[in-house]
């Protein structure tokens, strides 16, 4: 967490794969029962398209866990004033691949019934759409 929380203070010193290492090592701390491979591949998928497009990234969780609703929507509300806050950033997609890793998103309150999935959408500009949809699911 440590290691995230660097690299999100200083975005232009890190490169999307020095972060996916760090982020690595936290989701297999975290040991949890079949999503660690998942997850590493799915963050491989995004760095691989960071590093040739830097797009952007939005992040969907679909939440099948009743009681776990209101923490998730919540965890999504503050992602979303990290994507506005750093926008304007060099690197603006990092935010997101290094909030998936971060305490604050809740990765070790997910439970294993939570199903996580990254997405690369065309417009990381205007997340608000994005997160309207997710907000409709959730």
């Known amino acids: 967490v440590f290691y995230i929380e660097k690299a999100m203070s200083s975005p232009s010193g890190s490169t999307p794969s020095a972060l996916l290492k760090g982020i690595s090592d936290q989701v297999d701390n975290l040991n949890i029962k079949g999503q660690v491979s ?11 398209s960071l590093e040739s ?3 952007g990234i939005v ?41 998936l890793a971060s305490v604050r998103f809740g990765l070790r309150a997910l439970t294993r019934n939570t199903a996580l999935a990254v ?20």
């Open 38 to 48: 998942k997850t590493r591949e799915a963050l491989q998928g995004t760095v691989t």
């Open 53 to 55: 497009h830097r797009d």
């Open 59 to 99: 992040m969907q969780i679909e939440d099948h866990v009743g009681s776990a609703n209101s923490v998730l929507k919540e965890n999504v509300k503050g992602w979303m004033a990290t994507v506005r806050e750093y926008r304007s950033v060099a690197y603006p997609a990092i935010i997101g691949i290094t909030s």
């Open 119 to 138: 997405v690369l959408p065309a417009g990381i500009l205007y997340p608000d759409k994005v997160f309207e949809e997710l907000w409709k699911k959730n």
